[in-house]
Every structure is written in structure tokens, then in C-alpha cells.
């Protein structure tokens, strides 16, 4: 398995509250990506990141920010979370655009 | 946009028989990557099986196969000798080619159950 962790696995929070979420890799892949899982959509790109410091945007970012100072971490940011953004997270990692993206276990964050 | 449509929301299956889990999709493009993601219980996302979409022969990884019918936009997934083991979500996935932004698109998954 890939060297992919979360952290938190599971956080409760109240609206309006900052809330980070970091995922961290061992296998110093260069893209790393961050997906929000809701019943009935499958998962959905949040942010995903192709390098230090260089991050994209994907089809679900509003209210969402992300960060990348070192290869291996990749966090995402709500910078006030809503009831909206009760979820499941899920960090995944890839060598390349073109290669198979390898998932963390997820974190569930549930937003009071 | 691509879109991904997995029109099983649920199935079952008993043990030791095989099941076809259907998957279709829509793209212009010609050139992408398709996927099958098992996500069992315990929440983790597995890989099942991929496909490049330039190659004619169907992927297979040991009981897991897929028909891959480029021209029908279709990509099902074939698990014989179902194990107890298989009971999971079942994710079909979408990948641009490179160039593209690197995301893959989902479907909304199929929920398998094996009975014994």
C-alpha cells in the first residue's frame, strides 16, 4: 500500500471554526490531491497540488484553501467551516498525470 | 464535461458466482484512462483494475476483468468466484489524458453485497 496517512481520522467542529486537514506521503510523489465523498456524487476534486508550492483549483473549491510547503504534506483549509462541508476527505497521491491516484484512509469531518 | 454513469446503484450476488458491474461514460476525447475503485467498510479506496483507453485488450487482475467497448463509451467490470470479501462500494472513474487537469471524475458507485 502507498505510504498515504490523514490526520484527523475524525473531527467534530462547529460552524464558523477553522479546520485543518493534513495528508502526508512517503513515496515523494509529486501530485498530491484532496476529494470530498457525499452520498449520491461519488468523489469530487477539492484542490489537488503538481509541486512545492503550486496548486490548482477543481470542480468543488469555494470555501476551501490549500497549502503545500514540502513535498510530503498537502493540507486543506476551511477557513470557516459550514454545515455544507460535512463530509469525508480523502487524500490521494500520483507519480504523474497520468498515473494511478493511490488514496488515504480519509478523515470525516462533521461540522455542527 | 465528462460525466460517469454507473447505473446499478445496488447489487447482489451469491458466493462463487460472477457479477457484471456496468459503467458508461461520456467524453470527447481520445486518448484517457479508466478505473475501477473498490471501497469497502472500512472506508479505504482500493484500486481494482485500470485501462488505458489506447489499448484494445480488456484489463484482467486475477478474478476481476473488465469489457472495454471504447466505441459504446462503456467499461464494466467482471468479478468471478465472488468472496464474501468483494461486499463493498464499487467506484467507476474517468481520467484525462496528460495535459489535462489531473483529476479523476467518479460515478456514483455501485453498492455489492456477496451472500453466502
Known amino acids: 500500500d502507498a505510504g498515504i496517512t490523514q490526520s484527523p481520522r475524525h473531527k467534530v467542529t462547529e460552524t464558523g471554526t477553522p479546520v485543518t486537514l493534513r495528508c502526508h506521503q512517503t513515496e515523494n510523489h509529486r501530485y498530491m490531491y484532496w476529494y470530498r465523498q457525499d452520498p449520491g456524487h461519488g468523489l469530487r476534486l477539492i484542490h489537488y497540488s503538481y509541486g512545492v508550492k503550486d496548486t490548482d483549483k477543481g470542480e468543488v473549491s469555494d470555501g476551501y484553501s490549500v497549502s503545500r510547503s514540502k513535498t510530503e504534506d498537502f493540507l486543506l483549509t476551511l477557513e470557516s467551516a459550514t454545515s455544507s462541508q460535512t463530509s469525508v476527505y480523502f487524500c490521494?497521491?500520483?507519480?504523474?498525470?497520468?498515473?494511478?491516484?493511490?488514496f488515504g484512509p480519509g478523515t470525516r469531518l462533521t461540522v455542527l | 464535461a465528462q460525466t460517469v454513469t454507473q447505473s446499478q446503484p445496488e447489487m447482489s450476488v451469491q458466493e462463487a458466482e460472477t457479477v457484471t458491474l456496468s459503467c458508461t461514460y461520456d467524453t470527447s476525447e481520445n486518448n484517457y484512462y479508466l478505473f475501477w475503485y473498490k471501497q469497502p467498510p472500512s472506508r479505504q479506496m482500493i484500486l481494482v483494475i485500470r485501462?488505458?483507453?489506447?489499448?484494445?485488450q480488456n484489463a484482467t487482475e486475477n478474478r476481476f476483468s473488465v469489457n472495454f467497448q471504447k466505441a459504446a463509451k462503456s467499461f464494466s467490470l467482471k468479478i468471478s468466484d465472488s468472496q464474501l470479501g468483494d461486499t463493498a462500494m464499487y467506484f467507476c472513474?474517468?481520467?484525462?489524458?496528460?495535459?489535462?487537469?489531473?483529476?479523476?471524475?467518479f460515478g456514483k458507485g455501485t453498492k455489492l453485497s456477496v451472500k453466502p
Open positions: 490521494a497521491i500520483s507519480e504523474s498525470l497520468a498515473d494511478t491516484q493511490y
Open positions: 485501462q488505458e483507453a489506447y489499448k484494445q
Open positions: 472513474a474517468f481520467m484525462r489524458p496528460p495535459g489535462s487537469q489531473g483529476n479523476l471524475i
